[in-house]
C-alpha cells in the first residue's frame, strides 16, 4: 500500500515537471504513434491485439503484399476503415488539439492514419471559439487511411466505401486503387516528413505518445530534437528504446495522462 502511493506521488510529481516543461517551451513537437488512438478502440500494431486474423501488420503493410493478394490487403483496410468510423477521437487527441490550438510554436505530427486528431482539432477549435482549426491538423507522416491513391498516375480520391467487383480501379486511367497510406520499404512524402524533421530539429521539447518508435524514419525525430539540444518527454503504457533519453518518461494511459500534463 505504502510503495503504492510512493509510486503514486512519483507519478504526480513526473507530470508536474512535464507541464512545467511544456509551459515554458517556445517550440514544441508532439510525435504520435497507435498508443494514442487505442483508447478510442482502434488496434495497435505491436503487441497484444495488433494482430488481423494471425497476419502481423509487416505482413500486409507492403507494396509486395498488395502485388501478390490485393484483396487480402483491402479487406484489412476496408475492416479498419468500417472500424475507425465507429470511433471517436479520445481525451488525449483533444488535449493534444487544444494545446496545438492555444499555445504558438506547436507541431503534431503522426504515424496514425485514422484522421482522429483531425476530428479533435475540429471540434476543440469549434468549442474555443477559433475560427481556422489548421494549427492542430497533424502532419500526418504515414498518410490517411481515408483517402484512395492511384498505383499508377498518383490520382488521390475520397475512399471508396463499397466494392462491387473485386478490388477498386482510378476512374482515370484504369490503374488499382491502393489506400494512400505508406507501406514498408516505400517513401515518405519528402515534403511532409521534411516539415516533420525541420520541426522536430528547432524544437526545445519533443513530446512522444504512444509510439513504439520502432519504424523508421519517423522513430528519428524524438532524437534530432535531442541532438539539437532539446528534451523529450515520454507517454507510454510501457517502455520503449526512448525512455532512458527523456527527461520525464510517464508510464500510463495517453488519455488519462494527456489531459493531467497539458493543462490550460
Ligand atoms: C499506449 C497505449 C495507451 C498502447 N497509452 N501508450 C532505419 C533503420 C531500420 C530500418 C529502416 C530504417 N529506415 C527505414 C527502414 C525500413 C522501415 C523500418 O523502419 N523498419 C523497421 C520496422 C525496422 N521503414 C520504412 O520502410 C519506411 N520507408 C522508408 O524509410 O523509405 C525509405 C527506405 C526504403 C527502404 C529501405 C530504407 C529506406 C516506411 C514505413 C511505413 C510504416 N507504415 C506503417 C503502416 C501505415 C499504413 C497503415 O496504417 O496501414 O505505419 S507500419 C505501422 O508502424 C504504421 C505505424 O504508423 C507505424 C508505427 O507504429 P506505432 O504507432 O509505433 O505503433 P506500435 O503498435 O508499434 O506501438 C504502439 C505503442 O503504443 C506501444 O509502445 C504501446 O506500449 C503504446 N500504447 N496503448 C499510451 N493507451
Ligand atoms: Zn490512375
Known amino acids: 500500500m505504502e510503495r503504492l502511493a510512493l509510486l503514486s506521488h512519483r507519478l504526480e510529481e513526473d507530470v508536474e ?6 509551459e515554458q517551451a517556445n517550440q514544441i513537437v508532439v510525435l504520435t504513434g497507435a498508443g494514442v488512438s487505442a483508447e ?15 497476419r502481423r501488420p509487416e505482413e500486409l503493410a507492403t507494396p509486395e503484399a498488395f502485388e501478390e493478394s490485393p484483396e487480402l490487403v483491402w479487406e484489412w483496410y476496408q475492416w479498419r476503415r468500417r472500424l475507425i468510423a ?10 493534444l488539439a487544444r494545446l496545438a490550438l492555444k499555445k504558438d510554436g ?24 477559433i475560427p481556422d482549426a489548421q494549427a492542430a491538423f497533424p502532419l500526418e507522416v504515414h498518410g490517411a487511411i481515408n483517402r484512395d491513391r492511384c498505383s499508377l498516375c498518383d ?14 480501379q482510378c ?28 520541426a522536430a ?8 505518445v504512444g509510439t513504439s518508435a520502432l519504424v523508421h524514419p519517423a522513430a528519428g525525430l524524438p532524437s534530432m530534437t535531442l541532438r539539437a539540444g532539446g528534451l523529450l518527454i515520454e507517454v507510454n503504457l510501457e517502455a520503449t528504446t526512448l525512455t532512458n533519453q527523456a527527461a520525464v518518461s510517464l508510464q500510463g494511459r495517453s488519455a488519462s495522462l494527456l489531459p493531467r500534463v497539458i493543462k490550460a
Open 201 to 208: 530539429l528547432r524544437a526545445d521539447v519533443c513530446l512522444v
Open 171 to 198: 476512374n482515370d486511367c484504369g490503374g488499382p486503387l491502393r489506400p494512400d497510406v505508406v507501406w514498408f520499404g516505400e517513401s515518405l512524402d519528402p515534403i511532409i516528413i521534411g516539415a516533420a524533421q525541420e
Open 106 to 129: 506547436v507541431t503534431l505530427i503522426t504515424q496514425n492514419v485514422d484522421g482522429l486528431h483531425s476530428r479533435a482539432a475540429q471540434t476543440e477549435a469549434k468549442a474555443l471559439n
Open 40 to 54: 478510442s478502440g482502434i488496434p495497435t500494431f505491436r503487441g497484444r491485439g495488433g494482430l488481423w486474423r494471425s
Open 155 to 168: 490520382r488521390l480520391t475520397d475512399a471508396v466505401s463499397h466494392f462491387q467487383l473485386g478490388p477498386p
Open 86 to 95: 465507429e470511433c471517436s477521437p479520445n481525451a488525449g487527441h483533444q488535449a
Open 17 to 22: 515537471r512535464a507541464n512545467s516543461i511544456l
